[in-house]
């Protein structure tokens, strides 16, 4: 196709006189605002839309022209979240110094290996990378080296951190959006769906340069560098229990039987979601599931007046979600109202249960908080929130700075926050009363 010039850097641009204009500004004592150029929408990648790869040459292809280039590779997944079952990748973008942008239909495939290959030990530059590292693993696909824009613009105080609000600010780019919700299991992909994901890698790469800049400019580039490999390193989350407690609306659901209806419609659903591959909303929503469960028809007709139940997998399904219903009422496996944890309780309580916790998670947060203001980092990147009330409500038997640290380093925190907050942290568990004294 032929491609429009590429969008220029807004701070080169010139702004022509307005003739109606008044010659000479009035005289205030408040000192002139800068006005920032309006950012140029970036709506055509430099090249023009990549071809998709569909096949084994021009995989190899792709392969050889990354491993001929230079620097860090710029990576990108889409996904079919809402629209298909699972979380694996629909298309897979890539941008190298010399070697262009490559978009790439990872479902013909068994897997990329011959990508892995060619991209060898470079550094990955991925926004927010926890969120597509799944799925390029499942492709093969895995980093030796990683730079997340998004955590970086974290560390770096950036005001919004998302990839569009972090490129204008930075770049004086704007990019388009609107396809980021889209089916990508789409066949054949629409020509503005792919401007769209090759204009996402074209700009990584820009951006990552910009916020070394001002990491370095902080201090903080190491920082970033631990968090970037606590990421890489982070290891698969481990099943979860119980996962249909997540279901919406559980929480007004106290008897035990009608939880074991909202588990056996939830099992019923996943498993004919995942058969078809399907998202499990688009079958039967949450709000459904829970209605039926609180209402246990008795037959096709009264469960197809549920509130929810309507279309065509209502129907079509009614039997299955009809035996779901009859085999929660008939067994003698209920579910107990709530799964044991190791988890602290929830901070509302802790004044009724541990006075001390209370007024040690009080004073931990408000120390810690400032640190994050002097720093200039989101406080729940200085230290996860989860941390902090572990670390408050079940501290070291000695509390001092080592044993803090070393229950810090336990809980997962990096070195770099241990090194920020671990003194602060001992000063508030050592006086946990110091927010009632002021």
Same mark, same amino acid.
Not at 168 to 188: N, Y
Not at 403 to 408: E, F
């Given at each position: 196709?032929?491609?429009?010039?590429?969008?220029s850097?807004?701070?080169?641009?010139?702004?022509?006189?307005?003739?109606?204009?008044?010659a000479?500004?009035?005289?205030?004592?408040?000192?002139?605002?800068?006005?920032?150029?309006?950012?140029?929408?970036?709506?055509?990648?430099?090249?023009?839309v990549?071809?998709?790869?569909?096949?084994?040459?021009?995989?190899?292809?792709?392969?050889?022209?990354?491993?001929?280039?230079?620097?860090?590779?710029?990576?990108?997944?889409?996904?079919?979240?809402?629209?298909r079952?699972?979380?694996?990748?629909?298309?897979?973008?890539?941008?190298?110094?010399?070697?262009g942008?490559?978009?790439i239909?990872?479902v013909?495939?068994?897997?990329?290996?011959?990508?892995?290959?060619?991209?060898?030990?470079?550094?990955?530059?991925?926004?927010?990378?926890?969120?597509d590292?799944?799925c390029?693993?499942?492709?093969?696909?895995?980093?030796?080296?990683?730079?997340?824009?998004?955590?970086?613009?974290r560390?770096?105080?950036l005001?919004?951190?998302?990839?569009?609000p972090?490129?204008?600010?930075?770049?004086?780019?704007?990019?388009?959006?609107?396809?980021?919700?889209?089916?990508?299991?789409?066949?054949?992909?629409p020509?503005?769906?792919?401007?769209y994901?090759?204009?996402?890698?074209e700009?990584?790469?820009?951006?990552?340069?910009?916020?070394?800049?001002?990491?370095?400019?902080?201090?903080?580039?190491?920082?970033?560098?631990?968090?970037?490999?606590?990421?890489?390193?982070?290891?698969?989350a481990?099943?979860?229990?119980?996962?249909?407690?997540?279901?919406?609306?559980?929480?007004?659901?106290?008897?035990?039987?009608?939880?074991?209806?909202?588990?056996?419609l939830?099992?019923?659903?996943?498993?004919?979601?995942?058969?078809?591959?399907?998202?499990p909303?688009?079958?039967?929503?949450?709000s459904?599931?829970?209605?039926?469960?609180?209402?246990?028809?008795?037959?096709?007709p009264?469960?197809?007046?549920?509130?929810?139940?309507?279309?065509?997998?209502?129907?079509?399904?009614?039997?299955?979600?009809?035996?779901?219903?009859?085999d929660?009422?008939?067994?003698?496996?209920?579910p107990?109202?709530q799964?044991?944890?190791?988890?602290?309780?929830?901070?509302k309580?802790?004044?009724?249960?541990?006075?001390?916790?209370?007024?040690?998670?009080?004073?931990?947060? @408000? *120390?810690?908080?400032?640190?994050?203001?002097?720093?200039?980092?989101? +406080?729940?990147? =200085? %230290?996860? !929130? #989860?941390? &902090?009330?572990?670390?408050?409500?079940?501290?070291?038997?000695?509390?001092?700075?080592d044993?803090?640290?070393?229950?810090?380093r336990?809980?997962? @925190? *990096?070195?770099?926050?241990?090194?920020?907050?671990?003194?602060v942290? +001992?000063?508030? =568990? %050592?006086? !946990? #009363?110091? &927010?009632?004294?002021?």
């Open positions: 196709m032929t491609s429009t010039p590429h969008a850097n807004p701070s080169h641009s010139t702004v022509k006189d307005d003739p109606s204009a008044p000479h500004a009035p005289e205030t004592d408040e000192a002139p605002q800068e006005v920032l150029p309006e950012p140029v929408l970036l709506d055509t990648p430099r090249d023009g990549p071809e998709v790869v569909t096949t084994d040459p021009g995989l190899r292809r792709a392969a050889r022209a990354i491993a001929a280039g230079t620097g860090p590779v710029s990576v990108d997944a889409e996904r079919a979240s809402g629209f079952y699972g979380q694996r990748a629909f298309l897979v973008q890539l941008r190298r110094e010399g070697s942008s490559w978009l239909d990872p013909p495939f068994e897997n990329l290996d011959p990508i892995q290959e060619a991209i060898g030990d470079e550094t990955w530059i991925l926004h927010a990378a926890s969120q590292l799944p390029l693993r499942e492709l093969g696909m895995d980093p030796a080296r990683l730079f997340d824009t998004e955590l970086a613009a560390i770096a105080g005001p919004r951190v998302g990839l569009g972090a490129v204008e600010s930075l770049l004086g780019l704007r990019l388009a959006k609107e396809h980021s919700a889209a089916d990508w299991s789409t066949r054949p992909l020509e503005p769906w792919l401007r994901a090759a204009l996402d890698v700009v990584l790469d820009r951006l990552r340069e910009e916020l070394i800049k001002i990491l370095q400019a902080d201090g903080k580039l190491g920082f970033a560098e631990e968090e970037f490999e606590a990421v890489r390193k982070a290891p698969p481990p099943p979860r229990v119980d996962p249909w407690r997540r279901t919406s609306g559980l929480h007004q659901i106290r008897d035990r039987r009608t939880l074991a209806a909202v588990r056996a939830w099992e019923t659903r996943e498993s004919l979601a995942q058969t078809r591959d399907v998202a909303g688009r079958l039967i929503p949450d459904a599931l829970v209605a039926a469960a609180k209402a246990m028809p008795k037959s096709v009264a469960l197809l007046k549920t509130p929810g139940f309507h279309g065509r997998s209502a129907a079509k399904d009614a039997p299955k979600w009809l035996r779901a219903l009859q929660a009422a008939a067994t003698s496996d209920l107990p109202n799964v044991p944890s190791n988890s602290p309780p929830p901070p309580v802790w004044a009724d249960k541990d006075p001390v916790a209370a007024a040690r998670l009080q004073t931990a947060r @408000a *120390r810690v908080a400032r640190t994050a203001e002097a720093m200039n980092i989101p +406080t729940e990147n =200085l %230290l996860t !929130p #989860d941390t &902090l009330r572990r670390l408050c409500w079940s501290p070291p038997a000695e509390i001092d700075p044993t803090v640290s070393a229950t810090l336990g809980l997962g @925190a *990096r070195e770099w926050q241990i090194e920020l907050v671990g003194p942290l +001992t000063v508030a =568990l %050592l006086d !946990p #009363d110091e &927010l009632a004294k002021r």
